[in-house]
């Protein structure tokens, strides 16, 4: 077990990149503590997987290192990093039993079988399948298939960090939640750093402590769940994570205040930041139908279980709220108003407000 | 999911038909002769069995049989290892693939009697390039025509040389459709390369080299145009393989009822080597 | 992966060597053949090739060669293209033993049947005809399409097919306008396969044929037993017989082994 660092890390995947355009990872700093769940959260093509190859050694970065324990990893390859991966379609060795399957690493590493079997038996109660351990692999179901996957790393109890490539896309949304509990269990069983990767903010957010969104190869926030809902510190936080996310409001910012629609609105503080484009950010959480405020038109509501999630114009821009309360009939004029404190200004994507302290 | 569509029967009707006019109808032919025995003119009389009682005691049956089996089982043991090995080494991807390939191709893609005539003018003693070359820089002698053992090597070269690429095509479609996180994973649990071969490469190679090695079994088992072009069954009878053999009784000797009862019989033990073959290595599936 | 590229590059060279003395032999005078040994032409000349071209036997040969490939091809495609629709999207009673009993057709030792192949299409006045050697080569042709197809066709979705109809599509329109091009890599490959195999085969397009339908490879065989010994004319057919597969592969090289990975046993 070790603790992770990513030090000036860029990565291209064409031979001669010649502008940040070319970059697929542009400029990384990380530190991962020893024994985390981490998550990399990200759309399709952000570059999370480019950068769990790397770690994992499957791909040596174009510039900066890696370092495991303050010891330099960068060239060295995956079996010598004492690292396990487990991908988005079950890899599993077809024509063996679970048993060989899972004693697999263990044996390619010259372990002696009396450790093998012990640690087999070990891994296997953990997983739940003791029971299948003669069967062969090719005739388990998907999520026992995974389960080896996953089985093969966890067995070695040198392994530096278990890495998740999506691990879930195969399976049935029933046992995708069993699975996931599994996973947390073991990380606490066994406290070895986790690392896991997925463009699903439910998967990101039940996982992991600490969550690393990613966009555009560049990291742009590192924090725990309750930080990235809470206070996201790019749009992109906010849009992407929550359901429906943040709303993103086009604003003007006059003596670090802000106005939309030609009313001003409350912060949490100043607006430190200017740049070319100035929005408000306010999770439908924080937006409130009141009697005075901002003028919307109600287009529709939607009813998502406890809350109802009311969809609204106002000034050409759409806004959504949540709302306990009893939704107002599509095509009524309300009025909104934002909680103080839930309202920031973004510039040029990032965070600009600072709450006074 | 498929459904359940008897109607399905009328797409299937056309290839049924084609394939059935072609191989039942002449099939039922070489039976009725196979149980007849004729002196020309159309006149045949009724034989029974006889004809498959005395090929099966007759030492010449024996003769080319012993030397079909070893052809079909050194070619086997050269074309299928030999494959997959170059199928192996070539590159994943890339633009050289295609070029390989194409390469790798041209030999399936000659008339096979061009593929005997060629070898011919390549095994000339003094004017091939082949023959020149043993006799007169190796110092080794080698003349096909009067050293059965120079004729079986030359056969045997040939064959590699006209249907590795068979094999080499079949076993290389297999391994690309290999996913990329299987040798990642192997990588990850430190496997050799034999272990990526045995687990990984060699399972997921099982099909494709089912159909390469049917294929060859059956191919070679049935082997006439080269060989015939090339060596004629010689010298003496060294090369003459059943194919051969059966020209020889069929058309040398007109002895049709013999021919058909024998091609019965060959006809019965390749399907029984192929069945047995078949069965056995899709045993595992589904 | 590298280290091992030498493998594949002997491999080609070791195919390449007969080939080029095919070559060089078609090139050179028939005194300069059997006068000795030398590796490349001293007196390059075409003569060889000169002589095919001019003589209608030769050239005719050819024709019917590719008349005869070319109508195989079309049938065989014909009839595989809904028999492998069928194996792809229904079960029906017998399904699962049919690609066995068609692969059968391959084991009989086509020697013998040459006579009842001769007799057959005598009896129906086809001999001679290039609908016979076309009609004929079906026999291990239709099989390796069917399985070709059959695994192109099983990698398209069900959906597609389910979507057309709801689109308002009738079968045949579907099949034609939409799945047709859906699949056709599998249909050049299959293509090809019939090709190959109509091109290649002999013992059967000889047998089938007398004078008006004789393939070019046949033509070669009487050249090179009664004309006596004519090395290079018969280098140079051999040559020529090259050539056209060659065009074909160079045309469906990209999916060549993809044709192999899809179908399935």
């Known amino acids: ?357 | 999911m498929k459904t359940e569509n008897q109607k399905a029967w009328l797409f299937v009707l056309p290839v049924l038909a084609l394939v059935a006019f072609n191989a039942l109808i002449p099939l039922m032919t070489v039976v009725n002769y196979s149980v007849q025995e004729t002196f020309g003119n159309n006149l045949f009389f009724w034989q029974g069995l006889d004809w498959f009682e005395n090929i099966l005691r007759s030492d010449r049956f024996h003769a080319a049989l012993g030397r079909q089996v070893m052809f079909t089982a050194i070619i086997l043991a050269i074309e299928i290892p030999l494959g997959v090995m170059i199928a192996l080494a070539m590159p994943r991807s890339g633009p050289w693939v295609s070029v390989c390939l194409v390469l790798m191709a041209l030999p399936l893609l000659i008339p096979w009697n061009v593929v005997g005539a060629m070898w011919n003018i390549f095994t000339l003693p003094d004017i091939g390039l082949l023959g020149y070359f043993m006799n007169n820089v190796l110092g080794v002698d080698y003349n096909m025509t009067q050293s059965p053992t120079a004729a079986w090597v030359t056969i045997i070269v040939m064959d590699v040389w006209h249907w590795t690429s068979l094999v080499v095509l079949l076993a290389y479609a297999g391994l690309i459709s290999i996913p990329e996180p299987y040798y990642q994973a192997a990588k990850i649990d430190g496997a050799s390369n034999w272990s990526v071969f045995r687990y990984i490469q060699l399972p997921k190679m099982k099909r494709v080299l089912t159909i390469a090695i049917l294929l060859r079994f059956m191919d070679s088992f049935n082997i006439y145009t080269e060989v015939f072009v090339l060596t004629g069954g010689g010298p003496g009878n060294s090369t003459t393989l059943l194919s051969i053999d059966l020209v020889k009784v069929a058309l040398g000797q007109f002895d049709l009822g013999n021919a058909a009862a024998m091609s019965l019989v060959y006809f019965a033990f390749t399907l029984l080597v192929s069945w047995l073959f078949y069965t056995i290595m899709m045993r595992d599936e589904e | 992966m590298k280290r091992r590229a030498w493998i594949p590059i002997i491999y080609i060279l070791f195919l390449m060597v007969p080939i080029y003395w095919l070559v060089v032999m078609s090139l050179k005078t028939t005194n300069e053949i059997l006068g000795g040994f030398s590796l490349f032409p001293q007196e390059l000349t075409f003569d060889s090739y000169r002589i095919i071209f001019s003589d209608p036997t030769w050239y005719w040969g050819y024709i019917n060669s590719i008349s005869y490939v070319t109508l195989n091809t079309v049938i065989s495609l014909a009839a595989a293209l809904p028999a492998a629709y069928a194996f792809s999207r229904y079960r029906f009673m017998g399904d699962k033993h049919l690609f066995f009993w068609l692969l059968t057709n391959r084991m009989a030792p086509a020697v013998v049947f040459a006579l009842p192949f001769f007799q057959l299409y005598s009896a129906v006045g086809l001999f001679d005809t290039y609908l016979a050697v076309a009609l004929a080569h079906c026999l291990f042709n239709i099989p390796l399409s069917v399985w070709i197809l059959e695994g192109f066709m099983s990698s398209v979705p069900k959906e597609l097919d389910e979507t057309a109809y709801v689109d308002g599509y009738s079968f045949p329109m579907f099949f034609v306008k939409i799945f047709l091009p859906s699949i056709k890599a599998g249909v050049g490959v299959a293509a090809f396969f019939c090709f190959m195999f109509s091109w290649v085969e002999l013992l059967l397009a000889k047998t089938l044929t007398a004078i008006y339908a004789k393939p070019i490879a046949a033509v070669m065989t009487r050249t090179a037993s009664s004309a006596g010994y004519e090395l290079g004319l018969l280098a140079a057919a051999g040559v020529l017989t090259i050539i056209p597969g060659a065009i074909v592969i160079y045309f469906v090289r990209n999916y060549i082994a993809r044709g192999f990975a899809m179908g399935r046993v």
Not at chain 1, 41 to 52: A, I, M, N, Q, V
Not at chain 1, 251 to 271: H, N, P, R, S, Y
């Open chain 1, 1 to 357: 077990m070790a603790k992770i660092t990513i030090d000036k890390l860029r990565h291209s995947y064409s031979p001669n990149p010649t502008g940040p355009d070319d970059y697929a990872l542009k400029e990384i700093d990380l530190d991962w503590t020893d024994g985390g769940a981490y998550a990399l959260l990200g759309p399709s093509g952000c570059g999370k997987s480019t950068l769990l190859n790397i770690i994992s050694g499957l791909l040596t970065p174009s510039e900066g290192r890696v370092l495991f324990d303050g010891k330099d990893v960068t060239n060295l390859p995956p079996d010598q990093r004492n690292i396990a991966q487990v991908f988005q379609f079950p890899v599993i060795y077809d024509t063996m039993t679970v048993y060989d399957n899972l004693a697999f690493p263990l044996r390619n590493r010259g372990v002696d079988s009396a450790r093998i079997d012990a640690r087999v038996m070990e891994i296997a109660t953990m997983l739940e399948l003791e029971d299948r351990l003669a069967t062969r692999a090719s005739n388990l179901t998907p999520d026992n298939k995974q389960k080896i996957s996953m089985g093969r790393g966890l067995v070695r109890d040198d392994v530096n960090v278990v890495m998740f490539d999506e691990p879930l896309t195969v399976i049935d949304p029933a046992l995708k939640w069993k699975l996931r509990s599994k996973l947390k269990e073991l990380h606490q069983k066994i406290a070895v750093t986790m690392i896991y990767v997925t463009h699903d903010q439910t998967e990101a957010l039940t996982f992991a402590d600490q969550v690393v969104v990613m966009q555009d190869g560049v990291i742009v926030q590192i924090g725990s769940p309750v930080e990235l809902f809470e206070r996201p510190q790019h749009t992109f936080v906010g849009h992407f994570i929550g359901s429906p996310g943040m709303n993103i409001l086009p604003c003007e910012v006059v003596d670090g205040g802000a106005t939309f629609q030609g009313q001003k609105i409350a912060l949490e503080g100043k607006v430190v930041k200017t740049g070319q484009t100035t929005e408000i950010g306010i999770r439908p959480e924080y937006v409130r139908l009141s009697d005075s405020g901002i003028p919307a038109t109600v287009r529709k509501a939607a009813d998502i279980g406890r809350h109802t999630v009311v969809e609204m114009m106002t000034g050409g821009v759409a806004i959504n709220a949540i709302t306990d309360a009893a939704p107002p009939e599509p095509g009524t004029e309300v009025r909104l108003s934002f909680d103080p404190d839930q309202t920031r200004v973004y510039s040029d994507g990032w965070i600009a407000t600072e709450v006074a302290k």
